[in-house]
Structure formats: structure tokens, C-alpha cells
T-cell receptor, first 111, second 114 residues
């Protein structure tokens, strides 16, 4: 079946450090891939997405590239800020309407 | 502004009582979803609906019920049969049959059973 695996958290970084959160997936067919962000006590918000192989999604300095050959969609940011502290979820969606979410990775950025 | 509203934000109930969580969207989406989130964990799908008057069980439907009488509304009832109902509940919606489109989430309802 379809599944998403994310690196275990929590991740703690100093401000301006480089961020990578690994995400790999298993899916039949050609899924669309998403990164969502959840701030404390809130719902999820879409951060970025990619809908086909080699697409790069980007938003607010975050980037992720859809790598079909390695079935990966790693999230990166060159310089994190305190305001980036949140939980990040990798997710996939196939031709059906159900979305498969990873377990989430908690990020804390300290000044 | 289009979006999803959930009410109330915090809900307290005594053990053994049924409680209904509200979810309304004005995005004209056909598909709606309910998720449960426990502390430090990911999202688990309770129920979803792709069209009015139809819905399917998700991964953890036991102890929950839903209805979909209107396109914009998808209320969730947490029944007394749910053994551990204290959790954060998230409602979402999306365009049906659109694999490239994301889900939109409401702000969530935190249910505490005393």
C-alpha cells in the first residue's frame, strides 16, 4: 500500500542554520507530493507541493524536489528563523481522494 | 474569504456523553475529511466524504459517526463508544477527483473528556 516515511524528530537548530527534513514514499502510480506545516494549536497549512517527477516546489524559502528515482521529497531551507518552529508533515495523494501523511517532524529553532 | 470553520475551538464533555463537532466550508469543495491527532503523533483518518449523502470509513472510524446532508457541512459525532476521545480533531476539504490539489484544513477542535 501507499506510505510516507519521515525522519524522526524533534529537530533543534540554531537560527540561520541549514534545514533538511527527509521524506521518502511508497506508492503505486504517480502520486502528487506535499509538505504541510502546523503551528502550535492550529490546523495544517500547505507549504509547497510537486505534482510530477523532477518538479520543484518552493515557498517562503523552503524547497523540495520530487525525485522519482529515489522516491523522495526532502524539505530544505537555507537559513531557518525562529518563526519556522513548527511541525512539518510530508504527504502524498494518488488518483483517489485519500491523502497519506507522514508522522510529522517537529522543528524548534533557537535564537 | 473562503475557508473552513470548526467550532468550538475547545470542548469539554463528561465521560459517556455524545458530542458533535461542527465543520463548515465555503470553498465549494465536494470532498471533506475528519482526522484525529494525538500529542506528538500524525493524522489518522476517521471518515471522509466525496459527495453529498455519501461517506466512507477511514482508518479509525469505530466510536464515531458523520453525516453529509449539505455540501458545505460535515459534522462529526464522537459517541460514548469511543474509548479514548480526548484529542485534537481536524476537518479538511478538497476538490474531489483532483489528485494534484491539496487539502485545506480548519483550525481544529480540541476535545477533552473529563
Amino acid at each position: 500500500g501507499n506510505s510516507v516515511t519521515q525522519m524522526e524528530g524533534p529537530v533543534t537548530l540554531s537560527e540561520e542554520a541549514f534545514l533538511t527534513i527527509n521524506c521518502t514514499y511508497t506508492a503505486t502510480g504517480y502520486p502528487s507530493l506535499f509538505w504541510y506545516v502546523q503551528y502550535p494549536g492550529e490546523g495544517l497549512q500547505l507549504l509547497l507541493k510537486a505534482t510530477k517527477a523532477d518538479d520543484k516546489g518552493s515557498n517562503k524559502g523552503f524547497e523540495a524536489t520530487y525525485r522519482k528515482e529515489t522516491t523522495s521529497f526532502h524539505l530544505e531551507k537555507g537559513s531557518v528563523q525562529v518563526s519556522d518552529s513548527a511541525v512539518y508533515f510530508c504527504a502524498l495523494k494518488t488518483s483517489y481522494d485519500k491523502v497519506i501523511f507522514g508522522p510529522g517532524t517537529s522543528l524548534s529553532v533557537i535564537p | 474569504d473562503g475557508g473552513i470553520t470548526q467550532s468550538p475551538k475547545y470542548l469539554f464533555r463528561k465521560e459517556g456523553q455524545n458530542v458533535t463537532l461542527s465543520c463548515e466550508q465555503n470553498l465549494n469543495h465536494d470532498a471533506m475529511y475528519w482526522y484525529r491527532q494525538d500529542p506528538g503523533q500524525g493524522l489518522r483518518l476517521i471518515y471522509y466524504s466525496q459527495i453529498v449523502n455519501d461517506f466512507q470509513k477511514g482508518d479509525i472510524a469505530e466510536g464515531y459517526s458523520v453525516s453529509r446532508e449539505k455540501k458545505e457541512s460535515f459534522p462529526l459525532t464522537v459517541t460514548s463508544a469511543q474509548k479514548n476521545p480526548t484529542a485534537f480533531y481536524l476537518c479538511a476539504s478538497s476538490i474531489a477527483g483532483a489528485p494534484r490539489d491539496e487539502q485545506f484544513f480548519g483550525p481544529g477542535t480540541r476535545l477533552t473528556v473529563l
